[in-house]
């Protein structure tokens, strides 16, 4: 059998360091199962997107992601070119988990071991798959549109990612991100939202945070999207409305395991488009990345990337 052929960008600085020492074994075991590269590594914030791209216009037809899910999000971003079209259409993207968070995977099932990775990648069709493109503005204050392929999220998930991503991760997903939780909410002010989903409003009221889903988990592992599917052209929409912090402590294991939804002050629709306004700057997560905040647009492409996995 013929080598599967890709290019691959590796974050070294995921996984709080660990990827970047783990890669000689990595890239060992991603040859021995049967996958031929070439692989760059990221210096900083921004360059995975950089180079996806151009890996992308040398004419490779397989991009992985080795990192966690903000590496995945930039190389999505990668996938387009800055008048927002597909360098190469017929281009398929995959995955490589070497981060803390891990939440992308569990959607599409990728597992978590490199060499069971790289056979699930080896053994699996391409198909296409639905994305969000956001226009937010930046932390800069300017307007920028961004892709994300998991989970985007305004208010206590983009202060709480904010807060991640400015301090270790030597804990591990699961403790890092709940620490980060109960030590964001300790000071969070639920926030003023106006949200409106395929031109009809459905909420006016202070929001605890306001999460868009095409994947299903963000956060390391809280199922905050149980219903979402990235491949039916829908958004999954789940405002928790003005929770307390007692209240929100207290529904925090449901969260984990997906049976929040049933909550009165909970409300999950789908759509097609959702646009917010805050009354102060809603902090944006996408993907585990904090970029900006409100006021945001965000729509929902159908099949607008194809994924090996």
Not at 4 to 15: E, H
Not at 273 to 279: C, F, L, R
């Amino acid at each position: 059998m013929d080598k599967l052929n890709a290019a691959i960008v590796v974050n070294p600085a995921s996984a709080n360091g660990a990827t970047g020492k783990r890669w000689p074994e990595m890239a060992e075991v991603i040859r021995r199962e049967g996958i031929s590269f070439e692989h760059r590594f990221t210096d900083g914030p921004g360059h995975a997107t950089e180079i996806a791209r151009q890996f992308l216009k040398d004419g490779y037809d397989l991009i992985i992601a080795v990192g966690g899910d903000g590496t995945t999000n930039e190389v999505i971003n990668g996938f387009f070119d800055h008048d927002h079209k597909l360098v190469r259409p017929e281009a398929a993207v995959s995955f490589i988990s070497g981060g803390t968070g891990r939440d992308l995977i569990r959607t599409i099932g990728i597992p978590t071991a490199t060499a069971e990775a790289v056979r699930h990648i080896i053994n699996s069709p391409v198909h296409p798959i639905d994305l969000g493109r956001v226009s937010f503005l930046n932390n800069q204050g300017m307007p920028e549109v961004r892709y994300f392929i998991n989970v985007a999220g305004l208010g206590l998930g983009g202060a709480t990612a904010d807060r991640v991503n400015k301090t270790s991760k030597a804990l591990g997903g699961f403790v890092s991100f709940l620490w980060a939780t109960v030590a964001t909410l300790v000071l969070y002010k639920n926030q003023e939202m106006r949200i409106t989903v395929d031109g009809q409003e459905v909420c006016n009221e202070p929001v605890t945070v306001v999460v868009f889903g095409n994947g299903r988990y963000f956060g390391s592992g809280m199922c905050v999207a149980p219903n979402a599917l990235v491949d039916d052209g829908l958004l999954d929409i789940v405002i928790l409305k003005d929770l307390s912090k007692i209240n929100l402590l207290i529904s925090l294991p449901r969260v984990y395991k997906g049976t929040h939804l049933s909550h009165p002050r909970i409300t999950c629709l789908r759509g097609k488009s959702v646009k917010v306004e805050a009354s102060g700057e809603a902090l944006l997560d996408l993907d585990g990345e904090q970029p900006g905040h409100a006021p945001v647009e965000i729509e929902i492409l159908p099949k607008a990337i194809n994924l090996r996995g």
